[in-house]
């Protein structure tokens, strides 16, 4: 793994000194930050305490030569790393004050105070505000809903016309034949690509753009014809809209790339209250550009429904996100169309969780077949298995699986599962695991002889 | 958790084959050139044609083939034995990844306090401590203690770690067959726990084996296990390894009998030097020539026969470097009428740099405390790396302060750091000095870096702060004033007063 040093730990842990030069834009901004990162300086400063202890923001009110001090401050624990705001005519992001004043925290020299000024409670209130709108990419709700339903009928026709496209173009593939594929440069999938981004067909964008790493190693033929079969059933499924159940539906519409947004979820979206157990979390590399998504997986301990949280991060950055491994939190989710993804209702009470019931692997896969009943595109979910024991393969052959007391057993994805052994030590332990035909099983969270929770 | 994934076979489930086979064939020709073929054991899909139809039935095929994925079977491997020792805390778990990923200088310090609180790391750490002994082998007795027996059990899975299965741990037990069928390691391993406590029959069993070790490097590393326990009794089978055909086991036999003052070649040694050195007019120390026909010497010293004649510098000095290291230092004072310093000076005068450095050399080799006091007291405060005479001393500078207990160590160094000694003098002298420090030594360092008038030499600072953030006991961070001395050392001093305060928590947590 090749992560930094700084997004091993969380975000909100106080930094050292060598992260915080490590911001600075040229060498000069360091040797000038130093000159200000005086606790003469600063008369006013202080943290802004994070609800998870650690820090939330700096701020600081530094004395410079005119009348007025510079007004600095950093959000520490916002979406996509730390941001930077300083009243100081300067260029340069971030400037030597606030280079200072952080380098002033790294030293334990700005404490945390319950009251900070005005000007740093509407900065921060303001940038929470657009969190909020953009945790889903799309604008603030417009002023006028006969322009907003107009214009989301035209992307509903653009996304039409998009998979019409579509779907010829599997056909003249199919009718020409799959055998010249292989030799087919980047430039024969990215126009179907582009096209389909253009009708705001995002995800089938995506879908067809992987398709040449498909058409590489052993296999090839199964795997393009295979991913051709779904993309042909994604057109189909488009068209047959309202005609679906609910949750195909909204499947489909996730998978095409139209997004539902956090607003609309939070006001029509189902609403389930129940005490939510943390079964894992994962960070994928999203496809459409450099971000990182972290998908958390959760439990209702009432009704036995899986939830998946998505946030996401630059890359290198660790997305945040409030839920950890070994907790549970009772609150009120809201759900997406697709029936899985959800948005949280405020924070809810957080307290430590006990192990999450487990079971076969004859009922993993049951549980998975009928998640792909309504959503047959499905390929990551979350399963949890009882007694689950590092196995070797009984005929011969060196990758790894999980077994059951039965004897049953999954192959994992990754070739040196080493953690997992380690915690484990061999002995059969409760295993929660996102399980994937075609990938194999990756586990998230591992408990211990003790029922501590381990991520993985 | 992240990583690359290969894909699985994407056959290895699957029923009904032969629809899909069919399929996959038709699709490669293409529906142009072929009817797409009848699938009788999948269930009927809309009414359609061509191209259309055979997507549908590739989708319903792929669907089912996932829903319907049959387990494998597998077998679990033998579990481990459970590590009784309790293990350090939550915080100190996170400190260590923290070390792991960003500040490596700092393991060493973990491991030691973790080992001295009898506490093993989290089984989760163990992976990535492995990774770390697989590139210094240096940390790898400390990293054992460290991972226990989980490490030991997982290190079998994973060629990379095999070097685990051969450190022992405390408490080992002789096991026959891990000896009799292990692979080197493991053998290695065993005979080390033997040695431990019965060192004479752990020795009998090698004597055993030893015609029948083909491989050099296998003996060597089996020899190595006789460092433990090393004694009189040992020094006959040595004596037969000093013959051994690799040159690698006849050095490791030399420096096993170096260890053994007392013994038949430490006495020939002697001799040899007393047949070639003497002292000079000049009261310098006068070593001849050491002859090249001499097998008896070459074998004592572990030495290859001169391949040509006549023979270069570099094969006679080499000779003369191998007498000095390994011939008892008590030989010299015999010879000369003086002690360790005066052996020393007459060194110095011989007008030979490499001779002394060869006496250094010997200090650190053989261990010898008294020794080291003497070459200390004469390197002095001379900044060692002027010449080219003084670099092999620079090298040793640690090891010959490591020779001293660490109160007297501290107290040599405080004596030589006096005020007029330069700051770059301080940076190396503090970089050899292995902590902890006394508060008196650490406290002359806090005031130095504090001291105004530093002059120009911000290489030394830097050099001093980085000694103080690895050796200085973290509570003197309370000395250090939170705002840098100088601004143009500032990012040395800051870098300091952060790993001080890092290793203060540190402390705290374990």
Excluded at chain 1, 106 to 117: F, S, Y
Excluded at chain 1, 122 to 142: D, F, I, M, T, V
Excluded at chain 2, 302 to 325: C, D, F, H, I, Y
Aim: aromatic share 6%.
């Amino acid at each position: 793994m090749s992560l930094s040093f700084r997004s091993v730990l969380h975000v909100s842990d106080r930094w050292s000194t060598d992260d915080v030069w490590a911001l600075a834009p040229d060498p000069s901004s360091q040797k000038a930050a130093i000159k200000v990162a005086k606790g003469g300086s600063w008369p006013e400063r202080g943290v802004v305490a994070a609800p998870s202890g650690g820090a939330s923001a700096v701020w600081g009110e530094c004395k410079g030569s005119g009348s007025k001090p510079y007004l600095a401050a950093v959000h520490l624990d916002g979406d996509g790393g730390p941001a930077f705001k300083c009243s100081c005519p300067s260029r340069k992001i971030p400037c030597k004050h606030v280079l200072a004043l952080l380098a002033l925290w790294a030293q334990d020299d700005v404490a945390v105070r319950a009251e900070k000024p005005e000007w740093v409670g509407s900065w921060l209130n303001g940038r929470a505000a657009r969190r909020a709108r953009a945790e889903n990419g799309a604008p603030a709700a417009p002023a006028d809903p006969a322009k907003a339903a107009q214009t989301l009928q035209k992307r509903e026709e653009a996304v039409g016309a998009g998979l019409e496209e579509l779907r010829t173009w599997l056909y003249d593939q199919v009718d020409a034949g799959l055998a010249e594929v292989p030799k087919q440069g980047y430039d024969h999938w990215d126009r179907m690509a582009r096209r389909l981004t253009d009708a705001k067909a995002r995800g089938a964008s995506t879908l067809v753009s992987q398709l040449p790493s498909a058409a590489r190693g052993d296999h090839w033929p199964e795997r393009v014809l295979e991913q051709l079969g779904l993309l042909h059933l994604l057109v189909v499924g488009h068209r047959a809209g309202d005609a679906l159940g609910e949750r195909t539906r909204g499947a489909v519409r996730a998978r095409v790339g139209i997004t539902t947004r956090a607003e609309d979820v939070l006001a029509g979206g189902e609403r389930v209250r129940d005490t939510w157990r943390v079964l894992g979390w994962r960070d994928v590399a999203t496809p459409e550009n450099d971000m990182r998504a972290r998908r958390v997986w959760l439990r209702g301990a009432g009704t036995g429904r899986t939830a998946l949280s998505l946030t996401f991060g630059r890359a290198g950055e660790a997305p945040a996100t409030a839920f950890r491994v070994g907790t549970e939190v009772a609150a009120e989710f809201a759900f997406y169309p697709d029936g899985h993804r959800v948005v949280p209702l405020g924070d809810g009470d957080t307290g430590p969780a006990p192990e999450p019931g487990g079971g076969t692997v004859a009922e993993a896969l049951d549980a998975f077949a009928a998640v792909l009943a309504e959503d047959p595109w499905q390929d990551a979910w979350p399963v949890v298995l009882d007694r689950a024991a590092p196995a070797l393969p009984a005929g011969g052959g060196d990758r790894w699986h999980l077994a059951d007391p039965t004897g049953a057993a999954l192959p994992l994805a990754s070739p040196d599962p080493w953690r997992l052994l380690a915690v484990t030590g061999g002995h059969p332990a409760t295993v929660a695991a996102e399980w994937s035909p075609s990938h194999g099983l990756t586990p998230l969270t591992v408990w211990d002889r003790n029922g501590k929770a381990v991520s993985l | 958790m992240t990583g690359t994934t290969e894909p699985l076979d994407p056959l290895a489930p699957l029923t009904a084959v032969d629809s899909w086979d069919r399929l996959v064939s038709a699709a490669l020709v293409g529906t142009s050139r072929r009817a797409v073929p009848d699938t009788p054991d999948l269930p009927s899909t809309p009414a359609a044609e061509g191209a259309e139809t055979l997507l549908d039935r590739a989708a319903l095929a792929a669907v089912r083939r996932a829903a319907g994925y049959t387990p494998a079977e597998a077998t679990p491997v033998a579990p481990d034995a459970p590590d009784e020792r309790p293990e350090v805390g939550q915080a100190a778990t996170r400190r260590l990844e923290g070390i792991l990923a960003g500040r490596l200088p700092l393991l060493p310090e973990w491991l030691e306090l973790a080992a001295a609180r009898g506490r093993r790391a989290a089984h989760s750490s163990v992976p990535a401590l492995l990774d770390q002994g697989a590139r210094d082998s240096r940390l790898r007795p400390a990293l054992a203690a460290a991972v226990g027996g989980r490490g030991h059990w997982l290190a079998r899975f994973n060629p990379g770690w095999e070097y685990m299965l051969g450190e022992s741990v405390p408490g080992d037990r002789f096991d026959r067959h891990e000896w009799e069928q292990g692979s080197p390691a493991r053998r290695r391993r065993a005979l080390a726990a033997l040695r431990t406590t019965d060192p004479d029959a752990a020795r009998e069993l090698l004597r055993g084996v030893w015609p029948d070790l083909a491989r050099a490097e296998l003996r060597r590393r089996l020899l190595e296990a006789l460092a433990t326990g090393l004694g009189p009794a040992d020094e006959e089978f040595l004596e037969h390894a000093l013959d051994d055909r690799g040159a690698n086991v006849r050095g490791l036999a030399l420096s096993l009998l170096t260890r053994l003052p007392d013994s038949a070649h430490a006495h020939r040694l002697r001799g040899h030097v007393r047949e070639y050195a003497s002292a000079g007019d000049n009261g310098g120390l006068r070593v001849e020539t050491v002859h090249t026909r001499r097998d008896d010497i070459h074998r004592d010293l572990a030495l290859a026969a001169p391949q040509q004649q006549p023979e270069g510098k570099n094969e006679r000095s080499e000779r003369l470097w191998a007498l000095v290291t390994h011939a008892p230092l008590d030989v010299w004072p015999d010879l000369l009428g003086t002690g360790p310093s005066g052996v020393l000076d007459a060194a110095t005068d011989s007008g030979d740099a490499e001779l002394r450095d060869a006496f250094v050399n010997a200090v650190v080799v053989q261990e010898d405390t008294a020794w080291a006091r003497a070459v200390l007291e004469a390197i002095g405060p001379r900044v060692s790396h002027r010449s080219h005479a003084h670099t092999r001393g620079a090298f040793q500078l640690e090891k010959l302060l490591d020779l001293l207990p660490v109160e007297e160590r501290c107290a040599h160094v405080q004596g030589v750091l006096n005020p007029g000694v330069g700051l770059e003098r301080w940076g190396e002298m503090l970089r050899a000095t292995r902590g902890p420090w006394t508060a008196a030594l650490s406290e002359q360092v806090v005031r130095r870096l504090h001291r105004p008038g530093r002059g120009r030499d911000s290489f030394g600072y830097r050099e001093v702060c980085e000694a103080a953030a690895e050796h200085m006991p973290p509570e003197h961070l309370a000395g250090l004033s939170t705002e840098p001395p100088f601004d143009d050392t500032a990012d040395a001093y800051l870098r300091l007063r952060d790993t001080l305060r890092f290793r203060l928590d540190m402390h705290k947590e374990l």
